[in-house]
């Protein structure tokens, strides 16, 4: 069974930086192997990407979020990261972990997604 848990989720201030993480477990999950993005959900709205990365390792970040928003991933641990810098109170949301299933391209449509973790919330103050 995967499991994806979220980590990281803050009250900050306009401005300021948080690092999410989320650890990848289960028999035979190894995130290496998958495209694993980060969506987020702001009250009232659509679920919307914000980060992806592909089992070569390659990164994209959207254009809401690009220059503010970075990912990485630690294999030996893992562990995906969303780095998130210049928040802002429109990044208020709550966060998630999704994976694909191996060999799928990543895709903005959250629908794609066959893993998801709890979500993370962050929340931005002016």
């Known amino acids: 069974q995967v499991q994806l848990v979220e980590s990281g989720g803050d009250s900050v201030q306009s401005g300021e930086s948080l690092r999410l993480s989320c650890t990848a477990s289960?028999?035979?999950?190894?995130?290496?192997?998958?495209?694993m993005a980060w969506f987020r959900q702001a009250p009232g709205k659509e679920r919307e990407g914000v980060a992806a990365?592909?089992?070569?390792?390659?990164?994209s970040i959207p254009r809401s979020v690009m220059g503010r928003f970075t990912s990485s991933r630690d294999n030996a641990k893992n562990t995906l990261y969303l780095q998130m810098n210049s928040l802002k109170p429109e990044d208020t949301a709550m966060y998630y972990c999704?994976?694909?299933?191996?060999?799928?391209?990543?895709?903005?449509?959250?629908?794609?997604?066959?893993?998801w973790g709890q979500g993370t919330q962050v929340a931005v103050s002016a």
């Open positions: 990365i592909d089992a070569d390792g390659y990164i």
């Open positions: 999704a994976a694909l299933t191996p060999g799928r391209p990543c895709t903005w449509t959250h629908k794609d997604y066959n893993y």
């Open positions: 289960g028999y035979t999950f190894s995130i290496s192997s998958h495209c």
